[in-house]
């Protein structure tokens, strides 16, 4: 079952929630020395910065969706090529000190300004992050005159704006509404009803919906300049991530409402929110990867089935074509030279029935018989070798669907790791670049009471699992599904039917029946499991087993890796 999408939501990247996070990314990071910088992704761009508390990981998020100047715990893989604009940047910016993070008026931009030292001069660099939804981009400035930008334009588009290196930085157009500090045109402004949200964050710069709405709330639903230019300047901060479902669904730098968690700062909300928001992102972007590879694959394999159950319906004449090869012989001397068709008493058939035989004119009667003797012969040795074809497809069938049913149900980036690695050991997928060899990673573990319970990651870890158990504990597998292997480690003890239910939901969850109930869980000693020589990793067969009914369950509560 994958995974529940949470609703898309506008987040609160407005110039009132910017001028927070710009005077909290000056506090940590003006002083600090830029030592990496690179490009995970076409419209990301992450910096490693040393300041006086360590390194930090400074990450700008330029697309539409999740647009962002946070810092960042996540780790992200630098592409082997840096684009033109991450290499633009580690010419200019590398080693570079940063000496001024701002907002730009009340605009959706934080410009970064920086020192930047070469062999026979100094210089002094501004990188502009605008944080403007799907027109967000990154501009590199020097006195003024763009250097390059990630997002670029030419003269002749349709554009009042021009993006390339050479021509003089410029800011957007103002939105036509009313800025914030102009307490004067604020109280021109009349609200005649309805949602005071919706008139505060359409007549008032730089102000989103989201946060129009804690300002709606402050003013008590009636329109109050002097209030709002108060929540706007105030200072005041209450900084939050807001949950729904145990999901992050905002996050906000003044809040008093419920479902929230309280952060010293808003710089560390906005990092809790986007850590999680991303990694989610990241993990359910590599599923989609590694379940797309092995559809891919299995689409094949199937599509080689047809076309193999196409070939055995073929065969399956043979017999027939033998029959006819008989019957011409024993008749060889009754058959007219030059026929096309030869009617002869068949018999096998106990009515003395007749069949008729399509013949090549051009041949004898002895080449005719002989002919269809060496059609009869092709036939079964196609059949023989097709027969071993689908043996062996049907088994490949069966291992790619073991392994979808490892990465859908993968709840961790470990478990997805484990799964590509096992993907790249079988062809499946390409390894990137040549890694040192890591250590194996743990079983899923889980205590139940006094027992230990171990689950495999995926194929590989179950051949692993099934070699490092004593043959007294007590294995587990769904009937019919694949899933992963389980093993109660029972140490000579006798386990209780609650450790044996848990066991069975544990297996039950992390099988491609886990959406469904009552799902039937085979269990049996250790010793009675036999994995046969040269069969795919993961496949085993057993005996001496029993059967319980059981509805999934991850019991998280009991995982203690």
Same mark, same amino acid.
């Given at each position: 079952?994958?995974?529940?999408?949470?609703?898309?939501?506008?987040?609160?990247?407005?110039?009132?929630?910017?001028?927070?996070?710009?005077?909290?990314?000056?506090?940590?990071?003006?002083?600090?020395?830029?030592?990496?910088?690179?490009?995970?992704?076409?419209?990301?761009?992450?910096?490693?910065?040393?300041?006086?508390?360590?390194?930090?990981?400074?990450?700008?998020?330029?697309?539409?969706?999740?647009?962002?100047?946070?810092?960042?715990?996540?780790?992200?893989?630098?592409?082997?090529?840096?684009?033109?604009?991450?290499?633009?940047?580690?010419?200019?910016?590398?080693?570079?000190?940063?000496?001024?993070?701002?907002?730009?008026?009340?605009?959706?931009?934080?410009?970064?300004?920086?020192?930047?030292?070469?062999?026979?001069?100094?210089?002094?660099?501004?990188?502009?992050?605008?944080?403007?939804?799907?027109?967000?981009?990154?501009?590199?400035?020097?006195?003024?005159?763009?250097?390059?930008?990630?997002?670029?334009?030419? /003269?002749?588009?349709?554009?009042?704006?021009?993006?390339?290196?050479?021509?003089?930085?410029?800011?957007?157009?103002?939105?036509?509404?009313?800025?914030?500090?102009?307490?004067?045109?604020?109280?021109?402004?009349?609200?005649?009803?309805?949602?005071?949200?919706?008139? /505060?964050?359409?007549?008032?710069?730089?102000?989103?919906?989201?946060?129009?709405?804690?300002?709606?709330?402050?003013?008590?639903?009636?329109?109050?300049? @002097?209030?709002?230019?108060?929540?706007?300047?105030?200072?005041?901060?209450?900084?939050?991530?807001?949950?729904?479902?145990?999901?992050?669904?905002?996050?906000?730098?003044?809040?008093?409402?419920?479902?929230?968690?309280?952060?010293?700062?808003?710089?560390?909300?906005?990092?809790?929110?986007?850590?999680?928001?991303?990694?989610?992102?990241?993990?359910?972007?590599?599923?989609?990867?590694?379940?797309?590879?092995?559809?891919?694959? /299995?689409?094949?394999?199937?599509?080689?089935?047809?076309?193999?159950?196409?070939?055995?319906?073929?065969?399956?004449?043979?017999?027939?074509?033998?029959?006819?090869?008989?019957?011409?012989?024993?008749?060889?001397?009754?058959?007219?030279?030059?026929?096309?068709?030869?009617?002869?008493?068949?018999?096998?058939?106990?009515?003395?029935?007749?069949?008729?035989?399509?013949?090549?004119?051009?041949?004898?009667?002895?080449?005719?018989?002989?002919?269809?003797?060496?059609?009869?012969?092709?036939?079964?040795?196609?059949?023989?070798?097709?027969?071993?074809?689908?043996?062996?497809?049907?088994?490949?069938?069966?291992?790619?669907?073991?392994?979808?049913?490892?990465?859908?149900?993968?709840?961790?980036?470990?478990?997805?790791?484990?799964?590509?690695?096992?993907?790249?050991?079988?062809?499946?997928?390409?390894?990137?670049?040549?890694?040192?060899? @890591?250590?194996?990673?743990?079983?899923?573990?889980?205590?139940?009471?006094?027992?230990?319970?171990?689950?495999?990651?995926?194929?590989?870890?179950?051949?692993?699992?099934?070699?490092?158990?004593?043959?007294?504990?007590?294995?587990?597998?769904?009937?019919?599904?694949?899933?992963?292997?389980?093993?109660?480690?029972?140490?000579?003890? @006798?386990?209780?039917?609650?450790?044996?239910?848990?066991?069975?939901?544990?297996?039950?969850?992390?099988?491609?029946? @886990?959406?469904?109930?009552?799902?039937?869980?085979?269990?049996?000693?250790?010793?009675?499991?036999?994995?046969?020589?040269?069969?795919?990793?993961?496949?085993?067969?057993?005996?001496?087993?029993?059967?319980?009914?059981?509805?999934?369950?991850?019991?998280?509560?009991?995982?203690?890796?």
């Amino acid at each position: 079952m994958r995974r529940k999408r949470r609703k898309k939501v506008t987040m609160p990247q407005d110039a009132f929630t910017i001028g927070y996070v710009a005077d909290e990314l000056s506090k940590r990071l003006v002083g600090g020395k830029i030592s990496k910088i690179f490009q995970p992704s076409r419209d990301e761009l992450s910096f490693i910065i040393y300041t006086r508390s360590g390194n930090v990981k400074l990450d700008l998020g330029l697309s539409a969706q999740n647009c962002r100047a946070s810092l960042s715990s996540v780790e992200r893989e630098a592409p082997l090529v840096a684009p033109n604009f991450c290499m633009l940047l580690r010419k200019h910016l590398q080693n570079a000190k940063t000496v001024a993070v701002e907002r730009v008026g009340f605009e959706r931009i934080i410009r970064f300004d920086f020192e930047c030292s070469a062999d026979f001069s100094d210089e002094k660099l501004s990188l502009y992050a605008e944080i403007m939804g799907k027109y967000s981009n990154a501009i590199l400035c020097r006195d003024g005159i763009i250097l390059g930008a990630l997002k670029t334009n030419s /003269i002749g588009e349709n554009t009042k704006r021009l993006l390339f290196a050479g021509v003089k930085y410029e800011l957007p157009a103002p939105q036509e509404k009313i800025s914030p500090d102009d307490l004067p045109a604020l109280e021109k402004a009349e609200f005649t009803g309805g949602d005071l949200a919706k008139f /505060i964050s359409d007549n008032i710069r730089g102000i989103a919906y989201t946060t129009a709405r804690d300002i709606a709330d402050y003013c008590g639903g009636k329109f109050d300049a @002097k209030r709002v230019n108060s929540y706007i300047f105030g200072g005041q901060s209450a900084p939050c991530v807001i949950y729904e479902d145990g999901k992050p669904k905002d996050f906000k730098a003044v809040y008093f409402g419920k479902n929230a968690k309280k952060f010293d700062s808003v710089l560390d909300a906005q990092t809790a929110y986007y850590d999680e928001v991303i990694s989610e992102k990241l993990f359910d972007g590599e599923k989609k990867r590694l379940v797309s590879a092995l559809m891919s694959h /299995i689409r094949k394999a199937e599509k080689r089935l047809s076309i193999i159950g196409d070939k055995l319906l073929e065969c399956r004449d043979a017999e027939t074509v033998k029959l006819k090869g008989e019957l011409l012989t024993a008749n060889i001397y009754a058959m007219p030279r030059g026929a096309q068709v030869f009617e002869a008493v068949n018999y096998y058939d106990e009515n003395g029935g007749k069949i008729k035989i399509a013949l090549d004119p051009h041949l004898t009667p002895a080449q005719n018989a002989q002919k269809y003797y060496k059609r009869y012969a092709k036939l079964k040795r196609a059949a023989q070798a097709v027969s071993v074809q689908k043996e062996q497809t049907e088994s490949e069938c069966d291992y790619l669907y073991s392994l979808l049913a490892h990465v859908e149900s993968a709840d961790s980036p470990l478990d997805l790791g484990e799964c590509a690695a096992e993907l790249i050991s079988a062809g499946i997928l390409k390894a990137e670049k040549k890694e040192k060899k @890591k250590a194996p990673s743990p079983f899923r573990t889980y205590e139940c009471g006094s027992f230990k319970i171990l689950a495999g990651r995926n194929n590989i870890q179950n051949d692993r699992l099934l070699k490092s158990v004593s043959p007294e504990d007590i294995w587990l597998h769904t009937q019919g599904y694949h899933s992963a292997h389980v093993v109660i480690v029972t140490g000579g003890a @006798k386990i209780p039917a609650n450790v044996l239910e848990v066991a069975a939901q544990i297996c039950a969850h992390y099988s491609d029946a @886990k959406s469904g109930s009552k799902i039937p869980v085979d269990y049996t000693k250790r010793k009675f499991v036999k994995k046969p020589p040269a069969r795919a990793a993961g496949y085993v067969v057993y005996t001496d087993y029993r059967t319980v009914l059981v509805d999934p369950d991850p019991h998280a509560a009991l995982l203690k890796e």
